[in-house]
């Protein structure tokens, strides 16, 4: 972050001082007299330089520490601890015995700071992406495109929500040129919020889908969250939009910005031609732009990775890179974030696919699709949970997934976790399918069950929402590996990662 006293944090946020000691140097000790005239003394406090934090153990010299309270503990407890690792302050909503500025709501207060951060960096431009699937991977394929163009600040994994985008938003500094931010949605008016924390320059929406449409109550409220983040750029910004998808493209209506769409749409402005995969499921396509065309071949696997390219390729060209330099580094990409589509070959031959970080019906069917693809001449697994907050239709589409996995050809579909056992009925209602279709109770019992049932070349999906913790399957089956790789590791999570739309 950016040096600032703590005097003038409690001025962005509308805080007050607590907890200063003018003896210590941070102002002085008693009131100056010259005179008839007598100044009081100006407090301003300890200056933070290094980052602002929600974990205790990660506090360090210079930072701020913003304590929170959670479901199982309160952060205020933890402000004597981030203190004597050397934080210059604390972010709080009552007094700590320490230099501190004492808010309202701290939640409030750290997205207030944010904004204030952001305004006096006006180098920086914001690009805040949005969509139902691939809003992380698209996020980070941006980012490192726009890398080329200046240095960018992105967040690490899911940094979607109002804590974890304003704690991205001040990691920028005077160096900063582009700011690549996540913007998530549990209902509407969460991205109007976002974006008026870090008021976009670029937009971005990918698509409109089934994630958490349990919460949204069907697909036109999540088209009208996702909506927001287009009405938030101003005219002279860019909006970009999914010329695939017609709720998606529709938003144009509702923003004064320059409108520029991707897509496999011939009409998209900047498109997929020659599409195809490779063996391993990895895209090849020459970039189509109005300044040229350039070839592609993706590290990354599934041919929904397209869409997402193309996505990062028109931001790049927003920010001015020409066509074959942006193909150049989507053809360098890969996997930046955790357990997404993260492809290991065990020693013994077996590949696992840890796409565990999340999952809806849409980003499965593509999982899915992709497992088939990988697994020509070989036998598949699909290892999946629990898709979440999917509301009334919720068995309807775990059993539309379960008849997919049968109609794909997979050899072996293994089911975990009660809410997801419709998975299992919809396999068993294709006649056709020759496959096996388990359904077990927890992780441990499916590890159990492919470990039964592996032997080398054989292919693994593993994919599930966050609340059915299918990471931990992947884990033990690379563990199995005897020698291979490790699963990436966690690179974000708790309060700040959020699990949002």
């Given amino acids: 972050m950016i040096p600032l006293p703590l005097s003038t944090i409690a001025e962005l946020t509308g805080g007050a001082l607590d907890g200063l000691s003018p003896a210590g140097g941070d102002a002085p000790a008693r009131p100056v007299v010259t005179g008839s005239v007598v100044t009081e003394p100006v407090v301003t406090g300890p200056v933070v330089t290094g980052p602002v934090v ?41 007094p700590v015995g320490g230099p501190a500025v004492v808010v309202e709501d701290v939640r409030h207060a750290l997205g207030l700071l944010a904004r204030g951060v952001l305004a006096r960096l006006p180098e920086a431009t914001v690009i805040g992406v949005t969509g139902s699937a691939g809003k992380t991977s698209t996020k980070d394929l941006i980012a490192r495109v726009v890398e080329r163009a200046g240095a960018t600040v992105a967040p690490p994994g899911s940094f979607n929500n109002e804590i974890g985008l304003p704690l991205t938003v001040l990691r920028a500094d005077e160096r900063t040129r582009h700011l690549v931010l996540e913007m998530g949605a549990r209902g509407i008016g969460h991205i109007a919020y976002l974006a008026g924390i870090a008021p976009p320059r670029v937009g971005v929406v990918l698509n409109v889908g089934t994630a958490h449409i349990g919460e949204f109550g069907g697909r036109d409220g999540i088209a009208a969250a996702k909506g927001e983040l287009a009405e938030a750029v101003p005219a002279g910004g860019t909006v970009i939009l999914n010329a695939d998808d017609p709720l998606v493209l529709a938003m144009a209506a509702r923003t004064e910005a320059e409108v520029v769409t991707f897509g496999r749409s011939g009409r998209a402005d900047v498109r997929a031609e020659g599409e195809r ?53 989507l053809s360098e990409a890969r996997p930046a974030s955790r357990w997404r589509m993260e492809v290991t070959e065990r020693a013994d031959g077996v ?3 840890n796409d565990a970080y999340n999952a809806n019906p849409d980003s499965t069917r593509a999982a899915v699709d992709v497992l088939a693809h990988m697994a020509r001449g070989r036998r598949a697994f699909a290892v999946l949970g629990e898709m979440a907050e999917l509301g009334p239709g919720s068995a309807a589409e775990h059993a539309k997934i379960g008849q997919h996995v049968a109609r794909s050809g997979i050899a072996g579909l293994v089911v975990v976790g009660a809410n997801a056992a419709p998975m299992a009925e919809g396999a068993d209602q294709v006649a056709s399918w020759t496959g096996e279709c388990v359904q077990v109770d927890d992780v441990g019992a499916a590890v ?7 032997r080398p070349r054989d292919v693994v999906l593993v994919k599930g929402s966050r609340v059915a913790g299918m990471e931990r399957i992947a884990e033990r089956l690379l563990q199995d590996g005897a020698g291979a790789g490790t699963a990436a590791p966690e690179t974000a999570g708790g309060v700040a990662g959020g699990d949002r739309a």
Avoid: K
């Avoid at 159990?448 to 592996?454: A, D, G, N, P, Q």
């Fill in 54 to 94: 929600v974990d205790s153990r990660a506090a360090g010299p210079g930072s701020l520490f913003a304590a929170f309270r959670g479901e199982r503990a309160d952060g205020h407890d933890f402000a004597a601890a981030a203190l004597a690792a050397g934080a210059a302050g604390v972010l709080a909503e009552r």
């Fill in 277 to 329: 995969l490779d063996e391993a499921g990895r895209p090849r396509f020459s970039l189509v732009t109005p300044e040229g065309t350039a070839p592609v071949e993706m590290r990354l696997h599934g041919a929904h990775a397209v869409a997402n390219a193309l996505a990062a390729a028109a931001v790049g060209r927003a920010v001015g890179l020409p066509p074959e330099e942006i193909a150049e580094v």
């Fill in 351 to 353: 590949t696992v696919v």
């Fill in 448 to 454: 159990t069950v492919l470990r039964e049932r592996l």
